[in-house]
T-cell receptor, first 112, second 110 residues
Framework: GENVEQHPSTLSVQEGDSAVIKCTYSDSASNYFPWYKQELGKRPQLIIDIRSNVGEKKDQRIAVTLNKTAKHFSLHITETQPEDSAVYFCAASIQGAQKLVFGQGTRLTINP | DAGVTQSPTHLIKTRGQQVTLRCSPKSGHDTVSWYQQALGQGPQFIFQYYEEEERQRGNFPDRFSGHQFPNYSSELNVNALLLGDSALYLC?????????FGSGTRLTVV
């Protein structure tokens, strides 16, 4: 079955700097890759997603890149702000099947 | 537009007991999935329901069972609770366009 590896497990950056989180997946049939942000005690919230027919997608300060050949995808956050501090999860699925396989999570801390 | 609602929010049970968790999907969503999130871990897929049938199942024992009702709401049942079942249980509803999570039920087994 699908396996998703996420790195790093913790990341600390200065406010205003960029943060990058990387994930790899094992099942070449996976074609949908969402990223979720989870604040303490709250639900995972979708922040951005990408489908396998696209190499990059951007939404304001957040971007995701996908390399299908290498089976890895990355989340990029620019101009980080204190409210970006949270745990971020990557996931992979076969669109239509809708079962999500999650990475282990990255705890991002933005230092003022 | 109501999102995904789960009840109860917190629950404490004793080892060996049984528990039922409930979920109402987001309006317009017909598929409900359940995930278990242990502390400090990513959510793990338990199973998924569509048209009142279990469509997919993750690597969880038969102690975990579920049901979907005609109005798309769903229940997760766990029998013979173990200490290791303590976790946040997340319900997620989806249609063809995306998945929305509820806030979860925090289950503590003592």
């Amino acid at each position: 079955g699908e396996n998703v590896e996420q790195h790093p497990s913790t990341l600390s950056v200065q406010e205003g700097d960029s943060a990058v989180i990387k994930c790899t997946y094992s099942d070449s049939a996976s074609n949908y890759f969402p990223w979720y942000k989870q604040e303490l005690g709250k639900r995972p919230q979708l922040i951005i997603d990408i489908r396998s027919n696209v190499g990059e997608k951007k939404d304001q300060r957040i971007a995701v890149t996908l390399n299908k050949t290498a089976k890895h995808f990355s989340l990029h956050i620019t101009e980080t702000q204190p409210e970006d501090s949270a745990v971020y999860f990557c996931a992979a699925s076969i669109q239509g099947a809708q079962k999500l396989v999650f990475g282990q999570g990255t705890r991002l801390t933005i230092n003022p | 537009d109501a999102g995904v609602t789960q009840s109860p929010t917190h629950l404490i049970k004793t080892r060996g007991q049984q528990v039922t968790l409930r979920c109402s999907p987001k309006s317009g969503h017909d598929t409900v999935s359940w995930y278990q999130q242990a502390l400090g871990q990513g959510p793990q897929f338990i199973f998924q329901y569509y048209e009142e049938e279990e469509r997919q199942r993750g690597n969880f024992p038969d102690r975990f069972s579920g049901h979907q009702f005609p109005n798309y709401s769903s229940e997760l049942n766990v029998n013979a609770l173990l200490l290791g079942d303590s976790a946040l249980y997340l319900c997620a509803s989806s249609s063809g366009t995306g998945t929305t999570f509820g806030s979860g039920t925090r289950l503590t087994v003592v």
